[in-house]
Structures are given as structure tokens and as C-alpha cells.
């Protein structure tokens, strides 16, 4: 029994599942307690606006060139572990940012690596579980694992010591991210494992709609599935951005801020077990439509004053408005593109939600520092708007036999 957990350790899903809960530990400190902690340096609303989308943007600009370059290289392994290395490498000159602009240089600097990489990690972990018949869910649901263990544990920190404690628990979480990436597997290459679990999944041959190359996406029944997922991604952008301000403007103490975020990533732990079943049943746009709606339901709840509870409700309904489109949009792209442009392809629809996120997260901040939390009622319209694009795209092409 030692030696089969072990196996399972060091195989190729192993290695990568655990890549995933250290990958998020980072993140699961940043997003709940980033604002506070640039509040505490001194920056405004609309400054907290432009640190968080400064990154994306930069991303929006290079990350498409990144995945051409992971397609083209020996593996995918080899882009993954660069830009989570330089990821946490570059955090260390965040103790060294005083005031705004190198605020905002530092943790550019710091982010844009593992955005870049982050595409390029789903694609890998995505065709590799195909490859071999894994559910690529019960991979990607230790990353969430990793996210709610990091925002209890720094929620705890932070009531015990303080904001202070945040840049060197995030600086910790980002080199050891970067240490983690050196044990990743060749996501291409046959594993010891392979033998055991049978031989590779016959792939049928592709659909006739199934892009081939990078061109085909942009056809407007893909292109519009696509924009419509962004615009959901893209209505999460001032939760991440504010929410931790608007619960600290209500009076709520970090160790209730600390559990408001790992609810949500709880319940989105639910979604990674049952998914591989729903989507059997139901096509990657039906799934998206349903989560716009759910989406934007969950805006419209926040813009409002809500006791404590109310928040832990529509918290957990991150489950569908996360889950079901980040893990609707994987199936769709992975559906309906070659595995020869996989990171290149992910990339493009990583693109355009970070995108939609940057542009919104800036206009919603200058809103929200005039309106407070009502400002929500734009995310609820962003989410509506983008179920109805998915909705045009099923109008356009409906093929029965979408996954």
C-alpha cells in the first residue's frame, strides 16, 4: 500500500496535482488581502484598480506569444517552470516598494510570470488527462485546496500579527511555488505509470468544425462563446479587486474575510468532483449559459447591504460562477481545437477574459469609489450580457455532439 501511494505521488498526475495546490497558495493570500495591503502603503481605490490590472494588461500583450512558444518547444514543462521561477524570484523586490509606481512595477513584475504561465499549465495538465483518459478536474481541484488552506492560514495570521505579516507570507508562497515547478512531469513524454492504467485513449477523428489552426477561432460561433465566457470571468474582477474593502468597510475582522473567500473556493471543490458527470450530460455552452445567469444573480445580491450571512450565501455560489466557466470554457476549447496549438489556443481565450477583467476592474474602481457597493449591479449586466453572446453562438452552430 506504501509503495502504490507513493507511485501515485510521483506520477505524472501526482506531480502535477501537487504543482496545482502549491501553485494557488500565493493567490489564495493575495486575493482577499492584497487591497488591504495596499490600502495600508497609502494607495487609493482607483490606485488598487490600476495594481491589480496593470499585470493583465501586460499579459493581454505577450501571453499569446508565450503559448506559440510552449507549442513549439520540446515540452510544455520547460515554460511553466521559467515563468513560475522568475515569478518567484521577482517577488522578493516587492520588499523593496515604496509608494505607488514601484508598487505597481514590483508586483508587475511578480504577476506577470505566472499569468503567462498559468494558460499554459491548464493546456498541459488538460491534453495530458485526455491522453489518458484522467479526469483533468480531480487534478485542477488541489490548486483549490491549496487556495483555501492559504486564505485560513493567512486570515489567521493577519488577526494574530496584522497587514504586516501579508508581503512575506505571499513572497514565501511565490518561492515555493517556484521550487515546485522543478518536479514537474514531461507533460508529452510516456510515464511508468502509463502501463498500469492501459494504453493511450483512442482520439476518434475530429469534428469537422474542430479548429486546426490558430485562424479557425476566430469564426463568430467560437469567437462569440468565447467573448461570452470573458465577460463572466471578466464580472469576478471587482470582487477580487474590492471585495476585501467592501467587508472591511462593513465592519467584518479578517478572520470573517479570511472564510468569506474560502467558502467560495469550498464550494468550487464540489464543482471539481461532479463536473466530469454534468458534462456528460450537458454541452460546454449550455453549462456556460447556465453560469452567467447564476453570475449574475450573485452580482445583483452583493449590491446590496447584507448581513454576514447573506455574503457567506452568495459566497458559496462561486461553485457555479467560477467553476462551471472556467472548467465549461476548458472543455470548449479543448473540444473544439488541435492539440497542436493547445497553450496557443488557451492563451488567446485567456486573453480576452484578462482582458475584459483589466477594463472593468478600472472602470468599475472609479465607480465604486463614488457608489460603494451598489456598483455591483454593472457586473450583474456584464454577466447577462455574456450568457446572451454564449446564447448567439448556440443560435449559430449547435452541434450535437459538443462535450
Not at 516587492?94 to 504561465?117: D, E, N, R, S
Not at 522543478?182 to 469537422?208: C, M, N, W, Y
Request: contains cysteine; positive net charge.
Amino acid at each position: 500500500m506504501l509503495f502504490s501511494v507513493r507511485e501515485a505521488f510521483l506520477s505524472h498526475q501526482g506531480r502535477t496535482s501537487s504543482f496545482y495546490a502549491f501553485k494557488f497558495l500565493a493567490v489564495g493570500i493575495a486575493v482577499p488581502f492584497l487591497p488591504l495591503w495596499l490600502k495600508s502603503e497609502g494607495l487609493s481605490d482607483s490606485d488598487v484598480g490600476f495594481v491589480n490590472s496593470a499585470p493583465i494588461w501586460m499579459m493581454v500583450l505577450i501571453n499569446i506569444f508565450v503559448g506559440r512558444i510552449a507549442d513549439k518547444a520540446s515540452d510544455w514543462r520547460q515554460v511553466i517552470i521559467a515563468a513560475s521561477v522568475l515569478s518567484g524570484l521577482a517577488s522578493v523586490t516587492l520588499f523593496f516598494a515604496q509608494g505607488f509606481w514601484a508598487i505597481l512595477f514590483c508586483w508587475t513584475l511578480t504577476v506577470l510570470p505566472f499569468m503567462v504561465g498559468a494558460p499554459v499549465t491548464d493546456a498541459a495538465a488538460v491534453r495530458m488527462a485526455r491522453r489518458r483518459n484522467l479526469d483533468f478536474a480531480m487534478i485542477r481541484v488541489w490548486g483549490t485546496v491549496g487556495y483555501v488552506a492559504a486564505n485560513l492560514f493567512s486570515g489567521w495570521m493577519l488577526n494574530l500579527s496584522g497587514v504586516g505579516i501579508f508581503l512575506p507570507l505571499f513572497v514565501s508562497f511565490c518561492l515555493i511555488r517556484g521550487l515546485m515547478s522543478l518536479q514537474l512531469p514531461k507533460f508529452r513524454s510516456k510515464a511508468p505509470e502509463d502501463e498500469t492504467i492501459g494504453p493511450e485513449v483512442v482520439v476518434a477523428p475530429p469534428h469537422r468544425l474542430q479548429a486546426q489552426e490558430i485562424k479557425h477561432v476566430f469564426r463568430p460561433w467560437f469567437a462569440l462563446a468565447i467573448l461570452g465566457s470573458a465577460f463572466i470571468v471578466a464580472s469576478h474582477g471587482p470582487l477580487y479587486a474590492y471585495g476585501s474593502i467592501l467587508w472591511d468597510r462593513s465592519g467584518l475582522p479578517s478572520t470573517i474575510i479570511g472564510p468569506l473567500w474560502a467558502i467560495g473556493s469550498g464550494a468550487e471543490i464540489l464543482t471539481f468532483f461532479v463536473f466530469a458527470r454534468v458534462a456528460k450530460r450537458f454541452s460546454a455552452r449550455h453549462l456556460l449559459i447556465f453560469a452567467a445567469g447564476v453570475t449574475a444573480l450573485r452580482w445583483f445580491g452583493m449590491s446590496f447591504d447584507l448581513p454576514v450571512w447573506g455574503f457567506f450565501l452568495l459566497q458559496m455560489l462561486h461553485a457555479i460562477t467560477f467553476g462551471i466557466t472556467y472548467l465549461g470554457t476548458l472543455n470548449f476549447v479543448a473540444n473544439w481545437t488541435a492539440e497542436s496549438f493547445a497553450a496557443e489556443a488557451q492563451s488567446l481565450v485567456q486573453v480576452t477574459a484578462q482582458a475584459s477583467l483589466a477594463t472593468f476592474i478600472v472602470i468599475f474602481g472609479f465607480v465604486f469609489s463614488a457608489f460603494g457597493a451598489p456598483t455591483f449591479m454593472m457586473s450583474a449586466l456584464l454577466a447577462a450580457i455574456g450568457g446572451g453572446l454564449i446564447f448567439t453562438s448556440l443560435i449559430l452552430v449547435n452541434p450535437r455532439s459538443e462535450a
